[in-house]
């Protein structure tokens, strides 16, 4: 089995990283002819960091990085905090940093793992039967393979050729993203700002540059491909916040109309859509990228699945059923910052007593907090599948036995389960033995779980299956669903 990846953005780079590293061929199609320079996103959420944790990535991504450990909500006078202190992550904070970073990052993995990216490639032409898949390209060359991802963003040729609906629709307003220089101390956190005039969003890179998102209600008749100058980056944060903070100088900068779209499916045959290809948002919350790697995660390890003759029927089903909801959910958080953010004219008096009504209320800032993070993220119980306690909630970073890695994100695999044995007998991990092709069994006795003692943990760090004390047909069967038969 063979893989083609439509796009070498973050999104796509992972996926192709994860498929080289099992073995499966993976050649991904570039319509850039070089590597971008576009910085559009600028932030990794706790969960994006665990997955990237998982991948020997985190740590050095971190280390390059600013994170910041809670979001300050400037509204007129009135001000609120967001914390970022995530208690259950390994990652207590929202990392910013350029897109293209993170992309370097990525790309470098996949290369080293033995993916083929191929630059110049404009997909113009797909088509699939039964026995695979075909992509053409502007320039007349054709690459087959058994499944092809379309990870090429929000004007995905892939969406468009596989014939997938993306409803939603533009916000009627343009947004300003701008690198500024600012000499005014304004670190530690992420800085939104409300007025009558719009919303201004600074996030600070951590060497005096931050990320200025600026949505200014008096400069909406400015062509979009106008360009964007120090002065008018000023002037708007004068508008909006009351202070310039001192902004120096202008770096990469860009308008642009933001939407709100969903594709209708994630998947046509053999064909898949992630990250941007499938769902489009403002960037209010920076969940987008985030919301990407998340998708390349689940699908990466299904698809290995399949390449080894291992997958059940229904699991390749499971990435439209488990990444809609999710892509659904981060479009309806988005939809609602923007909506606070640029509330019209007789809603806008009662922000300033609004917002810090609401953060100031545990239940809210909590609910806030994991989803923007995707910590929160469940993914339902496939058909026929036993539903265990917690199954499909994501499974935290467990500390383990020394001899077992340490902690259960730096042993994890992208093609392989782990079974956590926290049992005084270890009967379950024993059970494990015919799958360990494909399965880790994990000693952990003492771990102290509260209801359960043994874990089926999934490649992508969310729960199979659990038991409290099973019996051994049951782990034997939990194991057979989903890993299919020991050879």
């Known amino acids: 089995m063979s893989v083609v990846i439509v796009g070498a953005g973050p999104t796509g780079l992972l996926l192709a990283g994860d498929l080289a590293e099992a073995g499966v061929p993976v050649t991904v199609l570039e319509r850039r002819t070089e590597e971008s320079n ?15 944790d998982m991948r020997g990535l ?23 905090a967001l914390d970022l202190r995530h208690p259950e992550s390994r990652f207590p904070f929202v990392l910013i940093l350029k897109q293209a970073r993170t992309e370097a990052a990525l790309l470098e993995r996949a290369l080293d793992l033995g993916a083929e990216v191929v630059h110049g490639a404009e997909v113009t032409g797909l088509e699939q039967d039964a026995r695979g898949a075909a992509v053409t390209t502007a320039d007349g060359r054709v690459f087959t393979a058994d499944h092809v991802v379309g990870c090429d963003g929000a004007h995905s040729a892939v969406r468009d050729l596989i014939g997938a609906g993306f409803p939603g629709r533009s916000y009627p307003d343009r947004i300003l993203l701008a690198d500024v220089l600012l000499k005014a101390d304004l670190e530690g956190a992420l800085n939104p700002f409300m007025a009558d005039a719009g919303v201004g969003l600074l996030a600070p890179y951590g060497d005096g540059w931050f990320r200025a998102v600026i949505w200014d209600r008096t400069v909406q008749d400015v062509p979009a491909d106008a360009s964007l100058t120090l002065e008018q980056v000023r002037e708007s944060l004068r508008r909006i916040a009351g202070d310039d903070f001192g902004a ?27 990250g941007d290809a499938a769902h ?12 990407g790697i998340q998708d390349a995660a689940n699908l990466s390890w299904k698809l290995i699945a399949a390449h080894r003759g291992r997958a059940p029927e229904w699991l390749l089903d ?7 909801p999710a892509g659904r959910t981060a479009l309806r958080l988005t939809d609602t910052i923007l909506r606070v953010a640029t509330a019209p004219a007789p809603v806008r008096p009662f922000r300033p007593y609004m917002l810090p009504a609401l953060l100031d209320r545990p239940a809210v800032r909590r609910r806030v907090r994991r989803t923007v993070s995707a910590l929160n993220v469940r993914y339902p119980a496939p058909p026929g599948i036993e539903e265990t306690p917690s199954i499909g909630h994501r499974v935290p970073d467990l500390p383990l036995p020394e001899e077992s890695g340490g902690r259960l994100h730096a042993r994890a695999h992208r093609d392989r389960f782990t079974l956590v044995d926290a049992s005084p007998d270890g009967a379950a991990a024993a059970q494990a033995a015919e799958w360990s092709d494909r399965v880790d069994a994990v000693r952990a006795d003492g771990l102290g779980l509260s209801t359960m003692d043994v874990l089926l943990v999934r490649p992508d760090g969310y729960l199979a299956w659990s038991g409290l004390g099973p019996e051994p047909q049951r782990v034997r069967a939990a194991l057979r669903d989903w890993c299919g038969a020991p050879d």
């Open 38 to 52: 576009l910085t559009r996103a600028f932030g990794l959420h706790a969960r994006s960091l665990e997955l990237l």
């Open 58 to 80: 985190a740590d050095r991504l971190v280390a390059e990085g600013t994170g910041l450990p809670e979001v300050r909500v400037r509204v007129g006078n009135a001000s609120a």
């Open 248 to 274: 120096a100088e202008i770096g990469w900068s860009t308008r642009f109309l933001s939407e709100r779209r969903q594709a209708d499916r994630y998947r046509s045959g053999r064909v898949f859509l992630a």
């Open 280 to 291: 489009v948002h403002s960037p209010l919350g920076a969940m987008g990228m985030n919301t």
């Open 318 to 324: 499971t990435y439209q059923a488990e990444r809609h």
